[in-house]
């Protein structure tokens, strides 16, 4: 598998998180899986995200894991309350 972006990275994180959001939904596409699935996959490279910068164990890292995803629910609300998300 090859990555390859083109072009300029919005400093706009609406626009980040679109993009990340289709690159997961194009992998479920490609391989054939429920784009639901892609949900389980962002979480799961996030939890590893984390342990690699945090150098702590899974446990150690377990509140910090719930602050962020309490968090990005607060923002994916706030972001595409201003900017409306293309139906599949």
Request: net charge neutral; aromatic share 4%.
């Amino acid at each position: 598998m090859q990555i390859e972006i083109k072009g300029k990275i919005s400093t706009d994180p609406r626009d980040r998180v679109l993009a990340i959001e289709a690159v997961a939904k194009s992998i479920c596409q490609m391989t054939g899986l429920d784009p639901a699935e892609g949900v389980m996959m962002l979480l799961t490279a996030a939890a590893h995200l984390t342990a690699v910068y945090s150098g702590k164990s899974a446990d150690q890292n377990i509140m910090t894991l719930a602050s962020c995803l309490g968090n990005a629910t607060v923002a994916a609300d706030d972001f595409f309350k201003l900017k409306k998300v293309p139906t599949p």
